[in-house]
């Protein structure tokens, strides 16, 4: 889509965060060790490198020049109402990435979206996510759970729960709340849920992708029209959609790495 490439905002945007992520993913490890070791004379950089959200994937993109992310969720981490599986968000986010990080850094992106799930059913295949070994899981929830009678905070605790247990693995977590559509906005619940996963977020320290909010921001940017980003269905979201997000997913995840080094180096 023509004008998904041509919007100068977010070329902007893209270009600050790969200029960020240079320091955070270029640094040969044996630079890397020596600077650290020159630069730390206290423990301060030491607490702001644990107390980063993504602390885990500027190290292993430091030590080993290897980032796995895991794309784990429902439909719309799958891909239902994409033209073809490359045109899901993790395969797109896959190639955003590739193409903003030094060509040294071996970047892989899994999809383990299964649609239908629920946050029970995400939480029985948690093991097999952990499994993986990832780095970094971008955990697409809340979208199945208001329409299925689910309570809120039942929802609640077993994403803490979710949580906790990835991060007690040494994997980072981000997640992402529901969609903005018109099958959910009929759901009485659905804004509860929305609410409750930027509360989590904040409670934990955890990054939240706000796609409810990016996407009423596209359509009212004039980036997407409607049709050209949901379904007929009223509820999976489409290539042009898919393409957007992951365009947004890989610029959080950059600045996040971004933030993270400046952090560190303020703290020196």
């Known amino acids: 889509m023509a004008m998904l490439s041509a919007e100068p905002t977010r070329k902007s945007r893209l270009l600050g965060a790969k200029l960020a992520l240079v320091g955070a ?3 040969a490890p044996g630079v890397f060790a020596v600077a650290q070791s020159a630069l730390m004379p206290s423990g301060a950089a030491q607490a702001a490198e644990e107390a980063s959200p993504l602390a885990h994937v500027v190290a292993r993109t430091q030590t080993a020049h290897r980032l796995v992310i895991t794309a784990f969720g429902s439909s ?15 395969s797109r986010l896959s190639a955003e990435l590739r193409s903003a990080v030094a060509p040294e850094v071996d970047v892989s992106v899994l999809n383990r979206g299964v649609g239908g799930d629920t946050i029970d059913d995400m939480m029985r295949r948690l093991p097999n996510i952990i499994a993986e070994h990832p780095d970094l899981v971008i955990w697409q929830i809340g979208a199945n759970d208001p329409l299925r009678g689910i309570s809120l905070e039942h929802f609640t605790a077993r994403t803490l729960e979710g949580i906790a247990t990835l991060r007690r693995a040494g994997i980072d977590v981000m997640l992402m709340d529901p969609q903005f559509c018109n099958v959910l906005s009929r759901a009485a619940a659905t804004p509860a849920f929305r609410e409750a996963i930027r509360a ?17 921001g596209w359509l009212r940017d004039g980036l997407i ?3 050209q980003m949901l379904a007929s269905d009223g509820l999976h979201m489409t290539d042009g959609g898919y393409a957007l997000l992951a365009q947004n997913v890989a610029e959080q995840i950059l600045a996040e790495i ?8 303020a703290a020196r």
Not at 76 to 90: D, H, N, Q, R, V
Not at 209 to 216: D, F, G, T
Not at 258 to 265: F, L, M, P, S, T
């Open 225 to 227: 029209k409607m049709d």
């Open 258 to 265: 971004g933030e993270h080094r400046a952090r560190v180096v």
């Open 25 to 27: 993913l270029c640094l």
């Open 200 to 216: 989590i977020g904040e409670e934990t320290g955890v990054p939240v992708i706000r796609r409810y909010a990016l996407m009423r």
């Open 76 to 90: 719309s981490t799958e891909g239902i109402g994409a033209s073809a599986p490359e045109m899901s968000y993790p």
